[in-house]
């Protein structure tokens, strides 16, 4: 295992006691890699697991820096690449199997690296990191260098993957983008050229995108002015104007989830909506693969397949989704056919195949903690022995000391005993269902006699920890919920077990510490201590409470000296107390005894060793520190997990103190620490201790494994939930009574014991009971009775139902709730009634309180017509200073105009007053023109604002709007003449309403005049009238009487009684008459009088129709002045987004043609630099057979075949049946490769260069001189080819800069294009104005219809520029007129024209005669100058400038030219030391050599000279001759040279002017 150097040196050691990694056991958290055909790897926490699937065996490779970021393999090379997650990550290559750190490779990533991918030939690493750089780098892994990066910001990426065929392709994908990345190369210099995907809509089908930067299919509006694009009318001006889209315009497109690349550089891109897409590696055009439907569809359920991961294989791909089945694509053509290929239990997150095709790694999402498996590790390789499954969410594990079993607590709130007895075949032997919470805590003491389980619900139970007792639950204390910890010290010399449990009160930002005893006879005495309920009795077991000021996140108790140690939560601080002496009640306040400072950051927990004298802290950090308990200074340290993991979970240390088991909190690690060095003081205290724990243990131990061994298999049902029966029993007291069945369903045993108490409390007060429930009954019937007749009252006397309740806790509760809920329901009103009066007030603080004018209606009398006026807001104080500017600025206009006038009238006025009488007609014309301007018809106008009486003079002509300012000074004033239009209809309707009030007024006047009269008259004015209605004749008495008895006095009185009668009728009559005469005569005069007022409502209604009518046309003018403003701003944006796209591609039109130039020159060097090796190449061969001209021809001949010989490399044929499973064979080419075959070519240079292919009859020498030649010939060659391809790479790279150069010097053109285009259109729309003409209604009827019916191209133009022009016209006739009388005069002087023309036709052919004489005299060339030039000395002036700026450039030259001579006297200069240094180099070989020749010539002279002698004599004449022969060859080509120079220098001077004399 290799372990890296800590960043920092942590917690200091002491004694020499170290700790070290000895295995690591993790579970993947991203996904598996081949590192191998055989070797998977992956990362878990610190470190970096690597597996050999045949042997299983494991190593393991830690991260010096923390917890292992992303990870990639290259399985080519061998090698492992991952990151760390630190501030600044680098990242780490590690080769395989020797796990040696290869580089190191750091960026400038500030936060963390997302991706890396290996190419799959070649030395290249890619890396990708999101925020905030969102950058993609290309490395070199062997050089440790950057070769390229690019920034994408925004981009964020969940795949990247080298092209196999070519790594110059990778491919970049996300949820909702596919972008394929082109890596060019020229030379040592790289560079990224990324490429987006169109992808499909979600139905498959594909968008036609439009351009948004040049749309070309924009309608041409010849109204409303031009129609610009839609960013411009967003009002866009940067970058993001070019991918504008509305809203509407945007459509879902398909999501990729996963792609693979094919041996055909093609892209598989599997999508969110189970389409499967394909994409040309080079064009990236998309097709949309179509689905086979087979005869027998799959189930419902996998009808649709979303695949999240894709590997492709021969013909197909394997696809996998979230529905655990792994399914074969069979791809033909452009449809595929879906085949099942594996079903797997879990979704499939990550698949693989091996490098030879041989294996298929399948990674799915299932975790042990949810399938509750408990696996039997061995502690010294980390082999898996055996495991057994739970089926149930499992959250705390602890192993008993006196026994070989465990205990598992789960989250259904169960606690599992397994026996480990048969490590091989662990067991479940018990199962305690103790409540429905969850357990949080399983903690046995030291000497495994209790079982303590803490719950979620914040009870602690105590079960015995024995298995001989059946693991009987002894009972249960109630503590604070939020149990942290929970600690137990049981010493070998004491009888007690003491317990202290850690909880936390985070709104008092405190701790709570509940301690309690529980002496080792309880489980024979647990009777007494527990009542009926399983509660443990508080003063039995000795419980205290006490509290902390502070919080902490873990605690332990000491075993000597009554003391706890605390780890603080908010500070880093180890705290100590002490516990009081005597006893307490209530809650002790405990204060800090020692406190040292930990030197780790987070929470952290506490243990202590088995001895008691080790304090073990972990913390956030991932740091495990060993203290000492007294003076709690730390002895060793390890770090094992990192704070990026959220540090270390929990922690256990065996009995003997050597083995320690540290779990990860989020990194899913558990490392196996032990100890480097582990001896003296601190091994043998621990290791007495451990001794005689066991001797203490090992007859319950025995007892326990024994009994462990026999017992047999619990039949639990571990795929569900057990089925527990409970008996229930019955009693005949009454129906009402608690009846107990059976029923199949497993209860907690808390609950079990609660019910067994209610029953022995039933069986007690049974006769009690029955008593009561009879007094019940009895007075249930006399309340039925008593609200029998309740029903029978009257409503008064009657009462209320609830008031017959006699369980009044219950009514009053009833009562509080339907009063909270009334409560409720009101509050609820209430603020739904303040939002709704909020709402009200708002509305009428905008239509009613801020108007100026509150809208009023007068309705009418006889007729169905309302009018209503106009309301009106107050002008805000900024409308108000707007106005109050524009006023000012007409007047000063109007003023500047005026004095314009006055000063060309000044100027004009001598000449005025001369024609003044002449003129004066035109002027007063001239004046009524300026009048009729001034003041413009309403026609003109758009609008019949003179017909109200408003000044216009104020408004500028609709002709004369051109600029903004203008338009918006016209809005400004258009809104105040509609104001001015609406205050005279206002006043008609005030001076009418007034008029009605002032008529009212005079009758309700006149009628209480007549009121007063009649009061003054004490109503004597109407007696007459009223007792004429009221009169009443009373009859006589004696009409009682019948007739016949009356006399004749009583006839007469009868009949002066009838004759009143009659004239009281009479005077009935006649005053009803006059009364209905008056009623007719007032109703007369009511009609009148509301017809008139009729009348006059409507004039006021037709005058409110036409104030609306010219007010609309008002509006209808701003509206189009406001709508020309928002189209001039349009054309404003599309211009600035015009010139700031100019600039973005002006700018990269600088950095293309830098690129072109810097590639251009790179290319020329490289190309200089090949042609000079080209040239040494052919040079070697040419200069061979002079090199072996001293050896007989036929034997150079033979060389020189065997000098153009090339060995021939066998290549290697890979075998059929790899060939037939791995889909991409081959890997093309690259530069490791081209290595590899270059040592191959020279491995098989050595067979050619061996002795045994020498010739017969060649020297040896001449054969190993041969060699050298020949490999060196070799080898030139190979660097000629490689350069070859070098140069051919960077012309490519070379034509693809001029063409991006072309392409954006297109763009720029379009956008010139673009800008002249609306600029022209900007012109053409502040020119052509929009007016409002106003047009006579009705209909005319034309007897000939010859109307032109199209405008188009029709102008609108002032009546007086028309009048204008015809006066022109006329004057210009005037002209023409007398013009024509003019040329009748000229043309009888033509004649005399004429003559006089020849005439002096004759005297210029006389004058040229005598110019040809004066010309043919001699004249030298300057002299000519002189007498031709007319400004002559300015033309010698110009020669001496360019002759200055000749001197110049040669002076330039020649200083260019000394630089360079200083360059290469440089250049020459080190030449000279170079072959000083060769010069001593051979003089040093030279006195060797003379050593030799001086030894040569002793043994020559030994042996005889005669024969040396002639032999340099004939080397010596040889040479003489070949120098002799050098020597005529060199003056000859002199003599060449002199007559090839004098001929230059023949032709140069045929150059220059010749000056002859004329």
Same mark, same amino acid.
């Given at each position: 295992?290799?372990?890296?150097?800590? /960043?920092?040196?942590?917690?200091?050691?002491?004694?020499?006691?170290?700790?070290?990694?000895?295995?690591?056991?993790?579970?993947?958290?991203?996904?598996?890699?081949?590192?191998?055909?055989?070797?998977?790897?992956?990362?878990?926490?610190?470190?970096?697991?690597?597996?050999?699937?045949?042997?299983?065996?494991?190593?393991? #490779?830690?991260?010096?820096?923390?917890?292992?970021?992303?990870?990639?393999?290259?399985?080519?090379?061998?090698?492992?690449?991952?990151?760390?997650?630190?501030?600044?990550? #680098?990242?780490?290559?590690?080769?395989?199997?020797?796990?040696?750190?290869?580089?190191?490779?750091?960026?400038?990533?500030?936060?963390?690296?997302?991706?890396?991918?290996?190419?799959?030939?070649?030395?290249?690493?890619?890396?990708?990191?999101?925020?905030?750089?969102?950058?993609?780098?290309?490395?070199?892994?062997?050089?440790?260098?950057?070769?390229?990066?690019?920034?994408?910001?925004?981009?964020?990426?969940?795949?990247?993957?080298?092209?196999?065929?070519?790594?110059?392709?990778?491919?970049?994908?996300?949820?909702?983008?596919?972008?394929?990345?082109?890596?060019?190369?020229?030379?040592?210099?790289?560079?990224?050229?990324?490429?987006?995907?169109?992808?499909?809509?979600?139905?498959?089908?594909?968008?036609?995108?439009?351009?948004?930067?040049?749309?070309?299919?924009?309608?041409?509006?010849?109204?409303?002015?031009?129609?610009?694009?839609?960013?411009?009318?967003?009002?866009?001006?940067?970058?993001?104007?070019?991918?504008?889209?509305?809203?509407?315009?945007?459509?879902?497109?398909?999501?990729?989830?996963?792609?693979?690349?094919?041996?055909?550089?093609?892209?598989?891109?599997?999508?969110?909506?189970?389409?499967?897409?394909?994409?040309?590696?080079?064009?990236?055009?998309?097709?949309?693969?179509?689905?086979?439907?087979?005869?027998?569809?799959?189930?419902?359920?996998?009808?649709?397949?979303?695949?999240?991961?894709?590997?492709?294989?021969?013909?197909?791909?394997?696809?996998?989704?979230?529905?655990?089945?792994?399914?074969?694509?069979?791809?033909?053509?452009?449809?595929?056919?879906?085949?099942?290929?594996?079903?797997?239990?879990?979704?499939?997150?990550?698949?693989?195949?091996?490098?030879?095709?041989?294996?298929?790694?399948?990674?799915?999402?299932?975790?042990?903690?949810?399938?509750?498996?408990?696996?039997?590790?061995?502690?010294?390789?980390?082999?898996?022995?055996?495991?057994?499954?739970?089926?149930?969410?499992?959250?705390?594990?602890?192993?008993?000391?006196?026994?070989?079993?465990?205990?598992?607590?789960?989250?259904?709130?169960?606690?599992?005993?397994?026996?480990?007895?048969?490590?091989?075949?662990?067991?479940?032997?018990?199962?305690?269902?103790?409540?429905?919470?969850?357990?949080?805590?399983?903690?046995?003491?030291?000497?495994?006699?209790?079982?303590?389980?803490?719950?979620?619900?914040?009870?602690?139970?105590?079960?015995?920890?024995?298995?001989?007792?059946?693991?009987?639950?002894?009972?249960?204390?109630?503590?604070?919920?939020?149990?942290?910890?929970?600690?137990?010290?049981?010493?070998?010399?004491?009888?007690?077990?003491?317990?202290?449990?850690?909880?936390?009160?985070?709104?008092?930002?405190?701790?709570?510490?509940?301690?309690?005893?529980?002496?080792?006879?309880?489980?024979?005495?647990?009777?007494?201590?527990?009542?009926?309920?399983?509660?443990?009795?508080?003063?039995?077991?000795?419980?205290?409470?006490?509290?902390?000021?502070?919080?902490?996140?873990?605690?332990?108790?000491?075993?000597?000296?009554?003391?706890?140690?605390?780890?603080?939560?908010?500070?880093?601080?180890?705290?100590?107390?002490?516990?009081?002496?005597?006893?307490?009640?209530?809650?002790?306040?405990?204060?800090?005894?020692?406190?040292?400072?930990?030197?780790?950051?987070?929470?952290?927990?506490?243990?202590?060793?088995?001895?008691?004298?080790?304090?073990?802290?972990?913390?956030?950090?991932?740091?495990?520190?060993?203290?000492?308990?007294?003076?709690?200074?730390?002895?060793?340290?390890?770090?094992?997990?990192?704070?990026?993991?959220?540090?270390?979970?929990?922690?256990?240390?065996?009995?003997?103190?050597?083995?320690?088991?540290?779990?990860?909190?989020?990194?899913?690690?558990?490392?196996?620490?032990?100890?480097?060095?582990?001896?003296?003081?601190?091994?043998?205290?621990?290791?007495?201790?451990?001794?005689?724990?066991?001797?203490? #243990?090992?007859?319950?131990?025995?007892?326990?494994?024994?009994?462990?061994?026999?017992?047999?298999?619990?039949?639990?049902?571990?795929?569900?939930?057990?089925?527990?029966?409970?008996?229930?029993?019955?009693?005949?007291?009454?129906?009402?009574?608690?009846?107990?069945?059976?029923?199949?369903?497993?209860?907690?045993?808390?609950?079990?014991?609660?019910?067994?108490?209610?029953?022995?409390?039933?069986?007690?007060?049974?006769?009690?009971?029955?008593?009561?429930?009879?007094?019940?009954?009895?007075?249930?019937?006399?309340?039925?009775?008593?609200?029998?007749?309740?029903?029978?009252?009257?409503?008064?006397?009657?009462?209320?139902?609830?008031?017959?309740?006699?369980?009044?806790?219950?009514?009053?509760?009833?009562?509080?709730?339907?009063?909270?809920?009334?409560?409720?329901?009101?509050?609820?009103?209430?603020?739904?009634?303040?939002?709704?009066?909020?709402?009200?007030?708002?509305?009428?603080?905008?239509?009613?309180?801020?108007?100026?004018?509150?809208?009023?209606?007068?309705?009418?009398?006889?007729?169905?017509?309302?009018?209503?006026?106009?309301?009106?807001?107050?002008?805000?104080?900024?409308?108000?200073?707007?106005?109050?500017?524009?006023?000012?600025?007409?007047?000063?206009?109007?003023?500047?105009?005026?004095?314009?006038?006055?000063?060309?009238?000044?100027?004009?006025?001598?000449?005025?007053?001369?024609?003044?009488?002449?003129?004066?007609?035109?002027?007063?014309?001239?004046?009524?023109?300026?009048?009729?301007?001034?003041?413009?018809?309403?026609?003109?106008?758009?609008?019949?604002?003179?017909?109200?009486?408003?000044?216009?003079?104020?408004?500028?002509?609709?002709?004369?709007?051109?600029?903004?300012?203008?338009?918006?000074?016209?809005?400004?004033?258009?809104?105040?003449?509609?104001?001015?239009?609406?205050?005279?209809?206002?006043?008609?309707?005030?001076?009418?309403?007034?008029?009605?009030?002032?008529?009212?007024?005079?009758?309700?006047?006149?009628?209480?005049?007549?009121?007063?009269?009649?009061?003054?008259?004490?109503?004597?004015?109407?007696?007459?009238?009223?007792?004429?209605?009221?009169?009443?004749?009373?009859?006589?008495?004696?009409?009682?009487?019948?007739?016949?008895?009356?006399?004749?006095?009583?006839?007469?009185?009868?009949?002066?009684?009838?004759?009143?009668?009659?004239?009281?009728?009479?005077? /009935?009559?006649?005053?009803?008459?006059?009364?209905?005469?008056?009623?007719?005569?007032?109703?007369?005069?009511?009609?009148?009088?509301?017809?008139?007022?009729?009348?006059?409502?409507?004039?006021?209604?037709?005058?409110?129709?036409?104030?609306?009518?010219?007010?609309?046309?008002?509006?209808?003018?701003?509206?189009?002045?406001?709508?020309?403003?928002?189209?001039?701003?349009?054309?404003?944006? /599309?211009?600035?987004?015009?010139?700031?796209?100019?600039?973005?591609?002006?700018?990269?039109?600088?950095?293309?043609?830098?690129?072109?130039?810097?590639?251009?020159?790179?290319?020329?060097?490289?190309?200089?630099?090949?042609?000079?090796?080209?040239?040494?190449?052919?040079?070697?061969?040419?200069?061979?057979?002079?090199?072996?001209?001293?050896?007989?021809?036929?034997?150079?001949?033979?060389?020189?075949?065997?000098?153009?010989?090339?060995?021939?490399?066998?290549?290697?044929?890979?075998?059929?049946?790899?060939?037939?499973?791995?889909?991409?064979?081959?890997?093309?080419?690259?530069?490791?490769?081209?290595?590899?075959?270059?040592?191959?070519?020279?491995?098989?240079?050595?067979?050619?260069?061996?002795?045994?292919?020498?010739?017969?009859?060649?020297?040896?020498?001449?054969?190993?001189?041969?060699?050298?030649?020949?490999?060196?010939?070799?080898?030139?060659?190979?660097?000629?080819?490689?350069?070859?391809?070098?140069?051919?790479?960077?012309?490519?790279?070379?034509?693809?800069?001029?063409?991006?150069?072309?392409?954006?010097?297109?763009?720029?053109?379009?956008?010139?294009?673009?800008?002249?285009?609306?600029?022209?259109?900007?012109?053409?729309?502040?020119?052509?104005?929009?007016?409002?003409?106003?047009?006579?209604?009705?209909?005319?009827?034309?007897?000939?219809?010859?109307?032109?019916?199209?405008?188009?191209?029709?102008?609108?133009?002032?009546?007086?520029?028309?009048?204008?022009?015809?006066?022109?016209?006329?004057?210009?006739?005037?002209?023409?007129?007398?013009?024509?009388?003019?040329?009748?005069?000229?043309?009888?002087?033509?004649?005399?024209?004429?003559?006089?023309?020849?005439?002096?036709?004759?005297?210029?052919?006389?004058?040229?005669?005598?110019?040809?004489?004066?010309?043919?005299?001699?004249?030298?060339?300057?002299?000519?100058?002189?007498?031709?030039?007319?400004?002559?000395?300015?033309?010698?002036?110009?020669?001496?400038?360019?002759?200055?700026?000749?001197?110049?450039?040669?002076?330039?030259?020649?200083?260019?030219?000394?630089?360079?001579?200083?360059?290469? #006297?440089?250049?020459?200069?080190?030449?000279?030391?170079?072959?000083?240094?060769?010069?001593?180099?051979?003089?040093?070989?030279?006195?060797?050599?003379?050593?030799?020749?001086?030894?040569?010539?002793?043994?020559?002279?030994?042996?005889?000279?005669?024969?040396?002698?002639?032999?340099?004599?004939?080397?010596?004449?040889?040479?003489?001759?070949?120098?002799?022969?050098?020597?005529?060859?060199?003056?000859?080509?002199?003599?060449?040279?002199?007559?090839?120079?004098?001929?230059?220098?023949?032709?140069?001077?045929?150059?220059?002017?010749?000056?002859?004399?004329?």
């Amino acid at each position: 295992m290799a372990q890296g150097r800590e /960043r920092d040196e942590g917690p200091h050691s002491a004694g020499g006691a170290s700790l070290s990694v000895r295995w690591v056991q993790g579970f993947p958290k991203q996904n598996v890699h081949f590192v191998n055909d055989n070797t998977i790897c992956y990362p878990c926490g610190n470190y970096v697991i690597f597996i050999n699937i045949e042997t299983k065996k494991k190593t393991v #490779l830690q991260c010096s820096n923390g917890i292992v970021g992303v990870m990639a393999t290259n399985i080519r090379c061998e090698v492992v690449a991952f990151s760390d997650r630190k501030l600044k990550p #680098l990242i780490y290559i590690y080769s395989f199997p020797g796990l040696t750190r290869r580089t190191k490779l750091k960026g400038n990533i500030l936060l963390d690296y997302t991706l890396l991918s290996f190419s799959y030939c070649g030395t290249y690493l890619a890396s990708y990191s999101s925020l905030p750089e969102f950058e993609l780098a290309l490395w070199n892994w062997e050089s440790s260098i950057i070769l390229c990066r690019k920034s994408q910001p925004g981009m964020d990426v969940n795949q990247m993957s080298f092209n196999p065929m070519n790594w110059r392709q990778l491919c970049l994908s996300s949820p909702s983008t596919v972008s394929v990345w082109t890596i060019e190369r020229s030379n040592q210099e790289h560079c990224f050229r990324a490429r987006s995907v169109k992808l499909p809509l979600e139905d498959g089908s594909f968008f036609n995108e439009t351009d948004v930067v040049f749309p070309q299919s924009l309608p041409k509006d010849l109204i409303y002015g031009p129609v610009l694009p839609l960013s411009a009318i967003a009002g866009l001006v940067g970058e993001e104007a070019e991918t504008f889209r509305p809203k509407d315009d945007l459509y879902p497109l398909l999501h990729p989830t996963m792609h693979c690349w094919t041996p055909t550089s093609d892209l598989y891109i599997g999508c969110e909506e189970g389409h499967l897409l394909m994409i040309n590696g080079d064009t990236l055009q998309v097709t949309v693969l179509n689905k086979i439907e087979e005869e027998s569809p799959l189930e419902d359920r996998r009808n649709f397949i979303s695949p999240v991961t894709l590997v492709y294989q021969k013909e197909g791909v394997l696809a996998s989704g979230i529905d655990g089945f792994v399914y074969s694509f069979i791809i033909k053509d452009r449809s595929y056919m879906i085949e099942d290929f594996l079903e797997i239990e879990r979704p499939v997150e990550h698949m693989a195949f091996s490098p030879n095709y041989t294996m298929l790694l399948i990674q799915t999402d299932k975790t042990l903690t949810h399938s509750g498996e408990i696996c039997v590790w061995w502690l010294e390789d980390c082999a898996c022995v055996s495991k057994i499954y739970l089926n149930t969410l499992a959250t705390v594990l602890a192993c008993c000391p006196s026994s070989l079993s465990a205990a598992v607590g789960t989250e259904d709130g169960s606690v599992y005993f397994i026996s480990v007895y048969d490590k091989e075949s662990p067991q479940v032997v018990h199962k305690a269902f103790l409540s429905e919470s969850s357990v949080q805590h399983v903690v046995y003491d030291q000497q495994g006699i209790f079982l303590l389980v803490g719950t979620s619900e914040g009870k602690v139970f105590i079960i015995n920890a024995n298995s001989s007792s059946s693991f009987q639950i002894i009972g249960f204390t109630e503590v604070a919920k939020d149990i942290l910890q929970i600690s137990t010290v049981s010493l070998l010399e004491t009888d007690i077990v003491k317990v202290m449990v850690l909880s936390s009160l985070p709104e008092a930002g405190r701790s709570r510490l509940e301690m309690f005893t529980l002496p080792t006879l309880l489980p024979q005495v647990s009777t007494t201590f527990a009542d009926e309920r399983g509660r443990l009795k508080d003063e039995i077991i000795h419980k205290y409470l006490y509290e902390l000021e502070h919080a902490l996140s873990s605690a332990v108790l000491g075993f000597q000296s009554n003391q706890i140690y605390g780890f603080c939560s908010q500070v880093p601080y180890i705290c100590s107390y002490l516990l009081p002496e005597e006893e307490h009640t209530g809650i002790y306040i405990l204060k800090p005894y020692k406190k040292v400072q930990s030197r780790q950051y987070g929470p952290g927990l506490l243990y202590l060793s088995s001895h008691g004298l080790w304090l073990i802290t972990i913390a956030k950090c991932g740091i495990l520190c060993i203290r000492d308990v007294y003076t709690l200074e730390t002895f060793a340290w390890c770090r094992s997990h990192s704070h990026q993991g959220h540090g270390i979970q929990s922690m256990r240390i065996s009995m003997d103190g050597q083995n320690i088991l540290v779990n990860g909190r989020d990194d899913g690690t558990l490392v196996y620490l032990k100890w480097k060095r582990f001896g003296g003081h601190l091994a043998s205290e621990i290791l007495d201790y451990y001794q005689k724990l066991l001797i203490s #243990l090992s007859s319950a131990m025995d007892k326990e494994n024994h009994y462990l061994s026999t017992t047999p298999k619990v039949s639990v049902d571990l795929g569900s939930d057990s089925e527990h029966t409970k008996q229930k029993a019955s009693t005949d007291l009454s129906q009402d009574e608690l009846v107990l069945t059976d029923v199949k369903k497993e209860i907690p045993w808390i609950q079990q014991k609660s019910q067994e108490a209610i029953k022995k409390e039933v069986n007690l007060f049974s006769k009690k009971r029955k008593e009561i429930k009879q007094g019940i009954k009895s007075l249930s019937k006399t309340i039925l009775n008593m609200m029998e007749e309740n029903d029978k009252l009257e409503n008064i006397a009657k009462l209320d139902q609830q008031e017959f309740g006699l369980d009044l806790e219950e009514l009053e509760r009833l009562h509080d709730e339907s009063q909270e809920e009334v409560a409720k329901i009101i509050k609820d009103v209430e603020m739904h009634n303040l939002a709704k009066s909020y709402l009200a007030e708002l509305i009428k603080e905008e239509c009613w309180n801020s108007m100026a004018v509150k809208g009023r209606a007068l309705k009418c009398f006889h007729i169905p017509c309302v009018v209503e006026n106009f309301p009106m807001k107050a002008r805000t104080v900024e409308e108000l200073k707007e106005l109050e500017r524009v006023l000012q600025q007409k007047k000063i206009e109007a003023e500047c105009l005026k004095l314009r006038k006055e000063i060309v009238e000044a100027q004009s006025g001598v000449k005025l007053i001369k024609q003044r009488h002449e003129e004066d007609d035109e002027e007063e014309e001239e004046e009524d023109k300026t009048v009729k301007y001034s003041n413009l018809p309403n026609y003109l106008l758009g609008s019949l604002s003179t017909d109200f009486g408003v000044d216009t003079s104020l408004l500028s002509s609709q002709l004369e709007l051109h600029s903004r300012e203008e338009k918006i000074n016209q809005i400004i004033l258009l809104k105040i003449t509609a104001h001015k239009h609406i205050k005279p209809w206002h006043k008609a309707k005030e001076l009418m309403v007034n008029h009605e009030k002032e008529h009212w007024l005079l009758i309700q006047d006149a009628s209480t005049r007549l009121r007063a009269l009649m009061d003054m008259m004490g109503g004597v004015l109407e007696v007459k009238k009223e007792d004429i209605l009221r009169m009443v004749i009373p009859q006589p008495a004696f009409m009682a009487k019948p007739d016949a008895v009356w006399t004749e006095e009583e006839r007469k009185q009868f009949k002066d009684y009838e004759k009143k009668v009659k004239e009281l009728n009479e005077e /009935r009559d006649k005053y009803r008459k006059s009364l209905e005469a008056e009623l007719k005569k007032l109703q007369n005069s009511i009609q009148e009088s509301t017809q008139a007022f009729d009348e006059h409502l409507k004039r006021l209604f037709e005058r409110r129709v036409k104030a609306e009518m010219v007010t609309n046309q008002e509006e209808l003018k701003i509206s189009n002045l406001a709508f020309s403003l928002l189209l001039d701003e349009e054309l404003s944006s /599309r211009e600035k987004f015009l010139n700031n796209y100019l600039t973005r591609k002006q700018h990269e039109k600088s950095q293309t043609s830098e690129a072109v130039r810097k590639s251009r020159e790179d290319l020329d060097v490289y190309k200089e630099h090949y042609d000079n090796l080209l040239a040494e190449d052919k040079v070697m061969d040419r200069s061979f057979k002079k090199e072996f001209s001293e050896i007989p021809g036929h034997q150079v001949d033979i060389l020189y075949k065997l000098f153009k010989r090339r060995p021939r490399i066998s290549k290697q044929k890979t075998h059929s049946e790899t060939t037939s499973v791995v889909p991409f064979g081959e890997l093309p080419g690259s530069g490791k490769l081209n290595k590899d075959a270059f040592a191959q070519l020279m491995k098989a240079m050595d067979e050619l260069d061996n002795i045994s292919n020498m010739p017969e009859g060649l020297d040896p020498l001449v054969w190993n001189h041969f060699c050298m030649t020949r490999r060196a010939k070799v080898e030139n060659e190979q660097k000629v080819k490689q350069k070859a391809a070098d140069l051919l790479e960077m012309a490519t790279f070379l034509q693809k800069r001029v063409e991006e150069e072309e392409k954006v010097q297109q763009e720029i053109e379009r956008v010139f294009h673009e800008l002249i285009l609306l600029q022209e259109e900007k012109v053409r729309f502040q020119l052509n104005l929009t007016i409002q003409i106003l047009l006579k209604q009705g209909q005319v009827e034309l007897e000939n219809f010859q109307l032109v019916l199209e405008y188009s191209d029709a102008i609108l133009i002032n009546k007086n520029i028309i009048e204008d022009l015809n006066s022109v016209i006329r004057t210009q006739g005037q002209k023409k007129v007398a013009s024509m009388m003019e040329s009748k005069d000229v043309h009888k002087r033509i004649l005399q024209i004429e003559w006089e023309h020849k005439k002096m036709e004759m005297e210029r052919e006389d004058l040229n005669q005598k110019a040809w004489d004066i010309q043919m005299l001699f004249f030298s060339r300057d002299r000519q100058k002189y007498l031709n030039e007319p400004n002559y000395e300015a033309l010698i002036s110009i020669q001496i400038g360019i002759m200055e700026q000749t001197i110049a450039v040669l002076d330039k030259t020649h200083k260019k030219n000394v630089e360079n001579c200083k360059k290469l #006297l440089k250049k020459l200069g080190k030449f000279s030391n170079q072959k000083d240094i060769a010069n001593y180099a051979l003089s040093c070989n030279l006195r060797e050599e003379l050593v030799a020749v001086s030894e040569r010539k002793d043994i020559c002279n030994a042996m005889g000279s005669k024969l040396t002698c002639e032999k340099i004599v004939k080397e010596r004449y040889e040479n003489m001759m070949q120098q002799q022969k050098l020597t005529n060859i060199s003056k000859q080509q002199a003599e060449q040279i002199s007559i090839l120079q004098t001929e230059v220098e023949r032709l140069r001077m045929k150059t220059f002017p010749a000056l002859v004399q004329m």
